[in-house]
């Protein structure tokens, strides 16, 4: 499997949203950066703890010109729920055949049993600038914030 690395750029990959729309990721590359966080499942605890922290950041992404993008294999009408039930502010993507994950080379933890969670920073020309790979929900969006404020 590939693993993204520095400098590599965001791919021209479409997965369908909450709403079972097509949605490209490289669709802000020019415009603004994008924070992407792959996780393993809606309604877990920690993986509903780290949404709710983009969340609550949000607005800090968005005044520092970045857009966050979650995804899951977790069906649409799954991140429908999870978006509805947590107030959730940003696009939610659905990856059930994880062409996503193995873009971005994301592996699976705990002897493969678990979806691995990991968050992507791309700059404003969707280049690579941050990757980060921790199993624990805590930290992501601090480390992605704390990347995005020096670029």
Not at 69 to 95: C, M, N, Q, W, Y
Not at 119 to 148: C, I, P, S, V
């Amino acid at each position: 499997m590939k693993h993204m690395k520095k400098g590599d750029y965001l791919p021209h990959i479409s997965l369908k949203d909450k709403d079972g729309k097509e949605f490209y990721l490289d669709s802000y590359k020019g415009d603004k950066a994008v924070v992407i966080y792959f996780y393993p499942r809606n309604f877990t605890p920690g993986c509903t703890m780290q949404a709710c922290e983009f969340r609550d950041k949000y607005e800090e992404f968005k005044d520092l010109g970045a857009e966050v993008i979650g995804i899951s294999s977790d069906t649409e009408a799954s991140h429908a729920r999870f978006v509805e039930k947590f107030k959730l502010p940003f696009v939610f993507l659905s990856d059930p055949d994880k062409k996503a994950r193995k873009a971005f080379g994301v592996q699976s933890s705990l002897l493969g049993l678990v979806l691995g969670r990991e968050t992507f920073l791309f700059d404003k020309e969707g280049k690579l600038q941050m990757r980060y790979n921790n199993l624990k929900a805590a930290h992501h969006t601090e480390k992605a914030l704390e990347k995005l404020k020096s670029l």
